[in-house]
């Protein structure tokens, strides 16, 4: 398999993002023309991709990248291969049209260069997950996809309902991603390998792993949510929310495909287990017979295809489990007829909803003449969500009966699933692609007429891509269905699936599938009362059970902080000391591991033991000191002690630290007990001082133990030859303490200075505080106005 270099591709990834930083002034400036130039980023990066397609075709990759951190092997590097080059052209091709359309559909809104902005954002963060090449690299752009998700659909954050699918599909998704962070971990301690491109050549490592199943259960968890797996498929209806453009690319082609991205990426090594092989299918079995039931019951055009897209969803990951050639090209197959198809009609049912002011299915009626290229849009779209020819969806669907027609239970099972679940689309394509369009016309809100070219221009291009790609499916299969199928495998695959259809049961049940999905489709008002009447009397759903889970965590949360932060700083400070002691005692107890203890020095000095005595004696004051003043006072004794000490012992800087250090808390101290009304005396009660006497003891002696245990252990002298060799030679100093502290410990010691300010800012806080004036005669706490209340004055409200 040969491998190509290229130096282009992070300009290609680069472009989205410097569009999103342009597109605010431009739009300002130009108003809905500046989509036609903002449109130019995503089209260039699609160009580049382009015209990678016959090295793919031919069987190589594409790599490059940077050494980011080299000693830890990770680098920022880009892989493309059939797979993933078939999803950057999805997402640059489909990108460019979705920034056209959302010039034409956002016309007029004051944050349109915002909306656009965020649109592009989104992209260059998904285009990053799809190319990238190292692990932690595809999960930082994983988790962007879910902040941007977040940043889209939250965009009218005027409206509760916007704000709460955004919270929930952040909180999902996002969670999700934390789940792969994880399985990602366990792919690189299992495999040692950092990067997709090495971890493909591990062959068996990883299924022969004890550690599989947990990563396998990580990964899918990463994967389920993001691509709306049952029981995490609430989130995608939800977030319809958004304004349709969001729908139409993130919610369609791009966002709920990485999850099926990543499986397809990862089966070659993880797929081909019982596990896998039972998972996937049941899984994506069951989202699909929901997403389809679901789709049914709504009258929302946009719900109906939010549903279906759960329901497609869930049969890319069924197919994908199965892991058979025949199964990974149907999953090929319909990933791109999907992505196709389902961003057409997204964007149909915006500009039905742009031009008549409503998406109700059962208020639409006759635009066909009012709206002549929409409806043409919208029918081939259809034709090919319905999988029927001359469309690419039907050589999707006959693939698909292809992969599972067999005469095993297990074959038999999800055939008749595949077949339910494609005739209720089969009822939605033509409830959205047809329905409105034909019949008397009907009364909208709008005077229903067709849109600007930049609303028909970006659905009636995926449609008529979805026939030409039918027509020459010779020429798709070359240069996309074939390599993304031999990624996906894992072995060479060559597609032959043309607009012949397969003789056999295959074609029997696409037939049925016709004949059940047009019975539907004319009972489609009873059919939908049924489920209705079905689901309202079941009561559960998951999204309720978000509901529930979010505002049970509230309440724990509550519970917890009241108990833990209950705002008594006493409480704070011996809870922390409590668990200091536990660290430095219960550990060596426990194992075994306490020190021997030193015996007393025979050669100390007199001077030495004078300070000693002083430390000691500084303590005794502290303890026995009648007022607070003082024992600050007499603590800085003991610390002025300590601090000859150091220099004794011919630590002249450490020396000098500790001076300042001990002067300064004194006199700080000393500063803040004169400003505060404290009572001069300790009040606490024996038993309550006895308590406080035998933690500060135990802390004590834990300290203690911890260095004898430290210092009586082998001397290694590494670090002391590391500095002293290299203080000079790379930091250019020759106090090796300063080169410490202010260039090896940068970092730390300006944490240290933070540390020091915002305990000065607290200080200065604490001093300026005045005591508040006595309320009036008969004004109580409970009489207070509320903060937000009205103002008694009569005037204009603001």
């Not at 059970?545 to 965590?553: K, P, R």
């Amino acid at each position: 398999m040969p491998v190509l270099a290229s130096d282009l591709t992070w300009v290609a990834m680069v472009l989205p993002f410097a569009a999103a930083l342009l597109a605010p002034w431009l739009t300002r400036r130009m108003g809905a023309n500046a989509a036609w130039l903002l449109a130019l980023a995503p089209l260039l990066a699609f160009l580049h991709f382009a015209g990678l397609l016959p090295e793919i075709a031919a069987g190589g990759r594409v790599t490059g990248g940077y050494a980011w951190v080299p000693s830890l092997n990770l680098s920022f590097s880009w892989l493309l291969d059939g797979l993933s080059l078939t999803f950057a052209l999805l997402i640059t091709g489909i990108g460019t049209l979705i920034v056209l359309y959302a010039g034409g559909y956002m016309k007029g809104h004051p944050e349109q260069g915002r909306f656009i902005a965020y649109i592009l954002l989104f992209m260059g963060a998904m285009l990053g997950v799809v190319v990238s090449d190292g692990l932690l690299m595809l999960f930082v752009f994983w988790e962007l996809t879910s902040i941007t998700s977040f940043l889209l659909i939250g965009f009218d954050h005027s409206r509760e309902a916007a704000r709460r699918a955004a919270l929930q599909a952040l909180v999902v998704t996002g969670g999700g991603g934390l789940i792969l962070l994880a399985g990602i971990f366990f792919l690189w301690n299992i495999t040692g390998v950092s990067q997709l491109s090495l971890l493909l050549l591990t062959g068996d490592t990883l299924r022969e792993s004890p550690f599989y199943l947990a990563a396998l259960f990580l990964v899918l968890g990463g994967a389920f949510t993001k691509s709306a797996q049952f029981p995490f498929h609430f989130w995608l209806p939800n977030a319809m929310e958004a304004p349709t453009p969001v729908s139409a690319y993130l919610h369609s082609a791009t966002m709920v495909k990485a999850g099926v991205y990543l499986l397809m990426r990862l089966n070659p090594v993880m797929g081909a287990t019982p596990a896998w092989e039972i998972l996937l299918p049941f899984f994506g079995g069951l989202t699909l017979l929901v997403g389809a039931v679901m789709a049914v019951r709504q009258t929302d055009l946009k719900l109906m295809l939010a549903y279906t897209t759960v329901a497609s969803l869930g049969l890319l990951v069924m197919l994908t489990g199965f892991d058979t050639p025949y199964a990974v090209e149907a999953a090929v197959l319909y990933l791109v007829a999907h992505s196709l198809f389902k961003g057409a009609l997204f964007m149909v049912a915006g500009a039905i909803d742009h031009e008549t002011g409503t998406r109700d299915v059962t208020r639409l009626g006759g635009l066909r003449k009012l709206m002549p290229i929409t409806f043409a849009a919208a029918l081939l779209a259809g034709i090919s969500m319905a999988g029927l020819p001359p469309l690419f969806g039907f050589l999707a669907k006959e693939e698909i009966y292809a992969a599972l027609a067999g005469s095993s239970p297990r074959a038999i099972l999800f055939t008749g699933i595949a077949v339910i679940g494609n005739a209720l689309m089969f009822v939605i394509a033509f409830a959205v692609g047809l329905k409105p369009f034909i019949g008397a016309e009907t009364q909208t809100p709008k005077h229903a007429h067709e849109g600007p070219i930049l609303l028909w221009l970006g659905p009636l291009t995926l449609a008529v891509l979805s026939l030409a790609a039918a027509l020459f499916s010779s020429v798709a299969h070359r240069f996309i269905s074939s390599p993304m199928a031999s990624v996906v495998h894992g072995e060479p695959q060559v597609v032959t699936i043309s607009l012949i259809p397969h003789l056999g049961a295959a074609l029997a049940l696409s037939v049925l599938t016709v004949i059940l999905g047009t019975v539907l489709y004319l009972g489609l008002d009873r059919l939908r009362a049924t489920i209705d009447r079905f689901v309202t009397a079941l009561g559960l759903s998951p999204d309720r059970g978000f509901d529930h889970a979010v505002s049970g965590l509230v309440r724990l949360s509550v519970a917890v902080t009241r108990f833990v932060q209950n705002g008594r700083l006493e409480v704070y400070i011996t809870s922390t000391f409590i668990l200091v002691a536990a660290v430095l005692l219960v550990t060596p107890v426990v194992y075994g591991e306490l020190p021997a203890m030193p015996s007393w020095p025979k050669n100390a000095s007199l001077h030495e033991l004078a300070m000693l005595a002083i430390a000691v004696i500084g303590v005794i004051a502290v303890l026995t000191a009648r007022d607070r003043l003082t024992a600050i006072v007499c603590l800085g004794i003991q610390g002025f002690a300590m601090a000859v000490l150091f220099l004794l012992y011919g630590a002249p800087d450490l020396s000098f630290t500790q001076f300042m250090v001990e002067t300064l808390s004194v006199v700080i101290l000393a500063l803040v007990m004169t400003r505060l009304r404290l009572t001069l005396a300790d009040h606490r009660p024996p038993i309550a001082a006895l308590l406080d006497a035998v933690l500060a003891i135990a802390c004590g002696i834990g300290f203690a133990v911890m260095l004898v245990a430290v210092t009586s252990g082998p001397f290694d002298p590494a670090l002391t030859v590391f500095f002293s060799e290299y203080s000079k030679v790379i930091a250019h100093g020759a106090n090796v303490v300063n080169v410490i502290i202010v260039d090896f410990r940068g970092v730390d010691t300006l944490g240290e200075i933070g540390v020091v300010m915002i305990t000065g800012l607290s200080i200065l806080a604490l001093i300026r505080i005045r005591v508040a004036p006595p309320s009036p005669a008969g004004a109580s706490l409970g009489e207070a106005a509320p903060f937000n209340a009205p103002s008694k004055k009569k005037g204009k409200a603001r």
